[in-house]
């Protein structure tokens, strides 16, 4: 498959319902796409102010101090310790590591990428641009011989399903039966809801627990976009399996996928500082403690959502249906026809729109439900 091969952009397929929705007397209130609202924190603001003297390249690897800074966050706030410099990557936002990855592995016709059932595109987009086949199962016991690459998203997007540490140690497990890499995409690990995640961190693919303590074709994938409202920076990195890093490594460099400069200061800064994920995360709660109640008032049914920035919400009809009346109250939702073939009645509403279009959101749904 060429890249002139891939259909069009999904997302176009939304423009007739969200015109319908901003004739809305009230105005659209767009929980479609997950795309932050909030400032980017003060601190990483300065962070790249004062790092904008870039004038030479940088490194693709990253800074010895941002891969150290890496390696403590992971042992700080997933649990995982003892990760060095040379197990960590920092890369240009996650999406074009999830779409490449496949490329960077050296895999091709022949292969089978596994990805979760209700997933967003870009999983099965990397292997057909190898010529892979791509696979949508969650179960392990329905991965097959010939899988080299396995896809895990917890939490989920757009289901928000969370994989508790016994899963994960079942995925592992399945995938060194298969000789497959096992790529764990983490964005939303800190925006856990529902018990225990309420309380408890969100297991990482990386934890001990998981793996044993040998991480041998492991990767953990994650993103500043959503804790830290870096989506236009487009910082991310990857860790886990030295070999498989230092593989990734040498193949980004003749590519030229490196994070600039400035973004690297910035990156740094966002992963020494907690605090403002507390204040982001709090912000997230209070509006699903809005949007949700009102979406069950509505007539929708949500559906796991124990984690992430999603509403995973059906009514039982097909979702252009439901997107559709959903535009004649002025609200844009996501069709679930986006995240597979599995999902056809299925909407995801969003939780990154500012408090007062979360409220306006459920007062449509209280004042004119769906049913």
Not at 78 to 107: C, D, F, M, W
Request: charge should be negative.
């Amino acid at each position: 498959m060429a890249v002139s091969d891939l259909a069009d952009y999904p997302w176009d397929a939304v423009a007739p319902y969200a015109e319908r929705a901003r004739s809305h007397p009230r105005g659209i209130v767009d929980l479609s796409i997950g795309s932050p609202v909030d400032p980017t924190p003060d601190v990483v603001r300065a962070a790249l102010a004062a790092a904008t003297d870039a004038h030479a390249y940088p490194l693709t690897v990253g800074t010895p101090v941002l891969r150290e800074q890496i390696a403590a966050w992971f042992a700080r706030r997933r649990g995982v310790a003892g990760l060095t410099a040379g197990q960590v990557l920092p890369t240009v936002g996650s999406k074009e590591l999830v779409a490449l990855l496949p490329l960077l592995l050296g895999l091709g016709e022949g292969d089978i990428v596994v990805h979760p059932r209700a997933a967003y595109p870009t999983y099965e987009v990397g292997a057909r641009l190898v010529g892979a086949t791509p696979l949508a199962a969650d179960d392990p016991a329905e991965w097959p011989v010939g899988t080299k690459l396995i896809w895990v998203n917890s939490p989920g997007n757009p289901d928000g399903r969370v994989w508790d540490a016994a899963a994960l140690t079942r995925a592992v497990a399945r995938a060194r039966e298969l000789g497959a890499v096992i790529a764990g995409d983490e964005c939303y690990a800190e925006l856990g809801w529902d018990a225990p995640w309420d309380v408890e961190p969100i297991p990482s693919v990386l934890d001990s627990r998981v793996t044993g303590g040998d991480v041998t074709g492991v990767l953990s994938v994650y993103s500043l976009s959503k804790q830290s409202n870096l989506a236009g920076y487009r910082a991310a990195f990857l860790a886990g399996d030295e070999a498989l890093v230092s593989r990734l490594a040498t193949a980004r460099k003749h590519l030229g996928l490196m994070l600039s400069a400035p973004v690297q200061q910035a990156m740094g800064a966002a992963l020494g500082d907690d605090a403002h994920v507390e204040v982001q995360k709090s912000l997230y709660r209070a509006r699903r403690t809005i949007l949700l109640p009102a979406a069950h008032a509505a007539g929708l049914r949500v559906e796991g959502s124990e984690a992430g920035l999603y509403l995973w919400a059906t009514e039982d009809r097909d979702a252009w249906d439901t997107m559709s009346r959903l535009a004649d109250r002025g609200i844009l939702a996501g069709p679930g026809h986006f995240y597979g073939e599995h999902f056809p009645r299925h909407v995801r509403l969003s939780l990154t729109a500012t408090d007062e279009r979360i409220a306006e959101a459920a007062r449509r749904l209280h004042e004119s439900p769906l049913r």
